[in-house]
Nanobody
Framework: VQLQASGGGLVQAGGSLRLSCAAS????????VGWFRQGPGKEREFVAA????????YDVDSVKGRFTISRDNAKNTVYLQMNSLKPEDTAVYYC?????????????????WGQGTLVTVSS
């Protein structure tokens, strides 16, 4: 499967963005999808994930209550709605996918990665 992340951009603190992860290929509904981010000078970190059937979502404490992950299998797309953005959310955001059950918070678990989309939050 090929993943295409989009929706990044420049936004002021307090604003919102919706990222999309579009997948090519069949059977996307059987994939778990995760979002990760890598800020300037930082390691890649887990943000959120959604299981193949839309449950089992995880949000790290720093984004809980502000970010929401969802999926539309008919459109082969997973979304990350980001509200109340903060300057520390500035990062390149990546989506990843794997057709299995497992630890969706671990980046090494995933088989497929998108190219990343840059989110910049100004103060």
């Amino acid at each position: 499967v090929q993943l295409q992340a989009s929706g990044g951009g420049l936004v002021q603190a307090g604003g919102s963005l919706r990222l999309s992860c579009a997948a090519s290929g069949r059977s996307f509904s059987s994939y778990a999808v995760g979002w990760f981010r890598q800020g300037p000078g930082k390691e890649r970190e887990f943000v959120a994930a959604i299981s193949w059937n839309g449950i089992g979502t995880y949000d790290v404490d720093s984004v809980k209550g502000r970010f929401t992950i969802s999926r539309d299998n008919a459109k082969n797309t997973v979304y990350l709605q980001m509200n109340s953005l903060k300057p520390e959310d500035t990062a390149v955001y990546y989506c990843a996918a794997k057709t299995a059950m497992g630890d969706m918070r671990r980046s090494t678990w995933y088989d497929y990665w998108g190219q990343g989309t840059l989110v910049t939050v100004s103060s």
